[in-house]
């Protein structure tokens, strides 16, 4: 079997059994934006910060020419995805604000981090200890309690499937 084809059949049961309730995973934002406020960077800027802090409206070609503005300046943030999760529920996407939601608590994971969990997720890659830890490491370490209790369930189905590494 194709690797990627299973790959997606092991997606695809994973989030079948998750549990979608999308309040928990919720950040708490002080104003709730609807489907009506979309695009959130045209009709509410105000709400849209850099992971640096700075306003949408200070992000410029100039800036980035002149040297005042570094990629961190661009860097999404948890806040603004959780704006887009609640533009996406009100239009009635549930599943993509929830992906909105987890995308959001991996922020802080460390982008080479993040490869490195990517790659121990393929098949025969990692043993179910490996991908346990990884799925406790993310929780712990990170606060990604919806994206820790994924891995360890993926961890669970290459298992019943003979797909870990031996």
Do not use: H, W
Not at 32 to 49: Q, R, S
Not at 55 to 74: I, M, P, Q, R, Y
Not at 99 to 125: F, K, T
């Amino acid at each position: 079997m194709d690797q990627e084809l299973l790959v997606r059949q092991i997606m695809q049961e994973v989030l079948k059994n998750m549990n979608v309730q999308s309040s928990s995973a919720a950040c708490e934002c002080a104003d709730k934006v609807t489907v009506a406020d979309y695009p959130i960077g045209e009709n509410k800027p105000e709400l849209i910060k850099s992971a640096s802090g700075k306003a949408l409206d200070e992000l410029t070609l100039e800036g980035v020419v002149n040297g005042t503005l570094s990629a961190k300046d661009f860097r999404i943030t948890k806040e603004t995805l959780e704006l887009q999760a609640q533009v996406a529920e009100s239009a009635g996407r549930g599943f993509f604000a929830v992906n909105l939601r987890r995308a959001g608590e991996l922020i802080p994971v460390p982008d080479a981090r993040l490869l490195e969990i990517y790659n121990a997720l393929r098949p025969y890659r990692s043993t179910k200890a490996e991908l346990y830890a990884i799925g406790d490491e993310l929780i712990n370490e990170y606060g990604a309690v919806v994206s820790g209790n994924f891995v360890k369930e993926a961890a669970d189905i290459y298992e019943k499937r003979n797909r870990l590494k031996k």
